[in-house]
């Protein structure tokens, strides 16, 4: 299947998600790699079957190898992190902030690709994660790389979009039951 299958997948109801869809990803200014390796993390942090099964395919065939494994991973190490520093930021107990997180993140530091593709990966997925601490460390990594806010933002749209049509698709799927 394909993104096309996805969109042709989406009930009338949900008219905007295709079309937003097909306008994230076919008209994105984003370079492929950094497009779908976006696509392919933010699919995973959507944790839907369905919409990781149509995406995944286009994804590694327009990724390198390094790359298709660094989207997989920014998506894994986040899934972590989101966890930890959003339960953190939200303790009023400051002190848990002082304290050594004691996690394993090497793949931040040596991702496989370059660095700001996985930060604006790793970005896209703490959209969909909701955690502030890891979207404003990642954003500010990204300004300082210089990259602009059209191109963040950029990845935020294609992760909500992502986000709203595997809600979409697995609420119809259970409904269908």
Known sequence: MSLDSLKSALP????????????VIGNSDLPAQQLWGTVLATAIASRSPIVLRE???EAKANLTPEAYTAAKSAAAIMAMNNVF????????DDEYG?????LRMN?????GV???DFELWSFAVSAINGCGMCLDSHEQVLRKAGVERETIQEAFKIAAVVQAVATTLDAEAALAE
């Not at 002082?98 to 004691?102: D, F, I, M, P, V």
């Not at 793949?107 to 991702?111: A, Q, Y």
């Open 114 to 116: 370059d660095k700001v």
């Open 55 to 57: 995406l995944e395919p």
């Open 98 to 102: 002082t304290l050594r997180a004691g």
């Open 85 to 92: 520093y959003r339960t953190r930021h939200l303790l009023s």
């Open 12 to 23: 009338d109801y949900a008219k905007d998600l295709k079309l937003n869809l097909g306008s």
């Open 107 to 111: 793949v931040i530091g040596n991702p």
